[in-house]
């Protein structure tokens, strides 16, 4: 009889229906340890260490994967980190959303909302980097700046909140990070003068839980370092998804470049919060500490990353960190309990700044700043690395990190605000392409101290996974998607996607054995043994 | 016949420019200090490209006339480019006018003969790499509209000193295979685990993976194209040949 229901039990196996369980905040919490073959948030743990903890996918038998399915979307160019539950993927384009069936890649439901024909992007492709889940629906950030949460089973909306207006410059391309009872984003437009903030609803109604600007308003601490009125267009978007630590109930939140992004002369002063971390509380939004890693910038090196929180021993104590290797090129270690800066060093060329002092603050080299002649500096505006995600592993204790190679000559140029319009004061040159390059480095996660380096052939847009396999994934401009030995940087698998990778791989178990998924271009890649 | 005297006045300046009556005169400087204020964000602030595509060249695929252009400008191109509806159309016309001339290089007074210089182009093989309006081989870069691209003095230095600055998409590579063989070429493709290259010899294709190759040397000192120094090509010859070359502007012969 026993027999007879397996041999049944295989036979059905195509027609099997995957049951949409609601996802609470204690499976997202829990998922490296419960259920390692979801992919449940933006970095796969609240973290941000973008790690696998699947091992089936071994540095022995890498070189056999092959594509088991792939995705084309219907726009252009995806930087999408999907979203794995319960055998179903959950993936989003600019003002779109799909489920997907883990096994084949075929739709289950899809949902659209018109992007209004007024819509700009300002200074950014129109793409979106994912959804976040919770409870029993998917949640999505939309170009013309509305939080839409969609019923998990069918992609019926069940709430959408305009968040902010896009006609000033305003615009959403993060995915959303889900926490406890609250849905939390933020917002692009750091090219057209806006005041950025972060946002919290709650995930049940749509209704605003806090706001935290990240440029403070009058009599706030912080408004001091504006001179005059820059802080009402001083920028500081917050485009890219944060990190969070249950134990401390802190989040931590990269903010962008002050504008206008060239031309400093009327925004003097430190300009914060623009290019810091923040950490604020995750129920109020209050600020507990921030961090400055470039002030008063002028190379529009925004600090949108995805903030690394690891535990570990600095001069003969445990600490809880945040670690970052930064746009400005380089590498932070900071206390995330207090924002005390620990450690630094540059990670890539840099030409801006002689050292970091026993604060963290740069101590700069004289005449960097964009002219009107133009300024040649490293990194480039692009910066030694971007939005796209680094990658922890607690079992190599390295980071993982897409570096460019980019120096720019920087030109200052006059900007005037006219809402919805450019207000950036200026641009770059790059250097030939031919002087250009990259790398994906593995740095020691509490120095910032190369161990390891692969060297690409351009200056990459690719995200990193790290696996318990003893893996790295990543991709290249040239259509490469790659693995490599964790602890040695070696190449053991490689496939040509046929256009660029520019987005983050995710790392999630169908029917039991462990895939990889990597955009390049417009197609989603999903690989298997 | 007051009004009339008036109306000539003001049309007059229109005229000259070339322009129809409800065309505004463009202001090149003016479109230059637009442009480098809110295009170079993504065009490059010389117009080399960023984000956005490379402008700098004589032909804009998706805005092949001045109307285009303008249009592209003023009301974007979606989905990526937004527009400048903050510009008057006085502004547009100028920022166009702007991204036109970087594309092309202006007309300059030269000595040489255009004429003698087609016979020197024939006579010293140039046909061999190069193609013009559809004739000759394609080794190097198509010449047909590089009088637009290039001015003289960069014409003179690529016949005189072609690895001073290498073509794009022209870097000489030389690769060793593991088994000792060498092979000489222009790099056509290459990622971090593969290269393809055309062989200097034969022109022939070839493709590898890098882990079976002991060695790629990038030339990045060195041109496939001979230099031509003063015996092989005297200065009066030199300067038919820029000449000529700077008469080639894309359009038919």
Known sequence: MRSFFAVYALWIWPSVTWCQKPVPYSRILEAPLKEPGSWLTYSGNYQGHRFSPLQEITTANVHQLRVRWAYQFPLARTEVSPIVADGVMYITAPNQAAALDLRTGRPLWKWERPVPADYQSIGFSRVNRGPAILDDKLFVATLDCYLVALDLATGQQRWAVRVADYKPGYSMTLAPLAVKDKVIVGLSGGEAGIRGFIDAYYAASGKRAWRFYTIPGPGEKGNETWSGDSWKTGGGSTWVTGSYDPSLNLLYWGVGNPGPDWNGDKRLGDNLYTCSFVALDADTGKLRWYFQFTPHDTHDWDATHVPVLIDAEIRGRMRKLVVNPNRNAFYYVLDRETGEFLAGRPYAKQTWAKGLDDRGRPILVPGMDPSEEGTLVWPSLNGATVWFSPSYSPQTKLVYVSTREVGAIYYKREAEYKPGTFFAGGGERRISAKEQWGALRALEATTGKLVWEFRLASPPWAGVLSTAGGLVFSGTNEGNIFALDAQTGKPLWDFQAGGQVSSNPISFEIDGHQHIALAAERVLFVFGL | ?253
């Open chain 2, 1 to 253: 016949m007051g009004l009339n005297w008036r109306l000539g006045i003001l049309a007059l300046p229109v005229l000259l420019a070339g322009q129809s009556a409800h065309d505004p005169v463009p202001d090149i400087p003016l479109g230059k200090r637009i442009f480098e204020s809110q295009c170079a964000v993504c065009h490059g602030q010389d117009g080399s490209g960023g984000r956005g595509p490379a402008l700098n060249r004589p032909t804009l695929l998706k805005a092949p006339d001045d109307q285009s252009l303008r249009r592209a400008i003023a009301e974007g191109l979606p989905p990526e480019m937004p527009g400048a509806w903050q510009l008057s159309v006085r502004e547009v016309a100028s920022v166009a006018a702007y991204v036109r001339s970087l594309g092309s290089v202006p007309v300059e007074p030269l000595k040489g003969d255009p004429t003698r210089g087609k016979l020197v182009y024939q006579s010293k093989g140039c046909a061999s790499c190069h193609i013009i309006q559809g004739q000759g081989r394609a080794h190097g870069p198509e010449l047909t509209a590089i009088g637009a691209k290039r001015n003289a003095a960069f014409l003179r230095e690529a016949i005189r000193n072609p690895a001073a600055e290498l073509a794009e998409d022209y870097l000489l590579v030389e690769i060793e295979t593991r088994s000792g063989q060498r092979i000489r070429g222009v790099r056509l493709s290459e990622d971090p685990f593969t290269i393809q290259l055309r062989d200097t010899a034969q022109g022939r294709f070839h493709s590898f993976r890098k882990n079976a190759l002991k060695d790629v040397r990038r030339l990045l000192s060195e041109s496939s194209m001979p230099a031509y120094d003063e015996a092989s090509l005297p200065a009066a010859e030199l300067e038919d040949l820029v000449a000529y070359l700077a008469t080639l502007r894309g359009g038919p012969q």
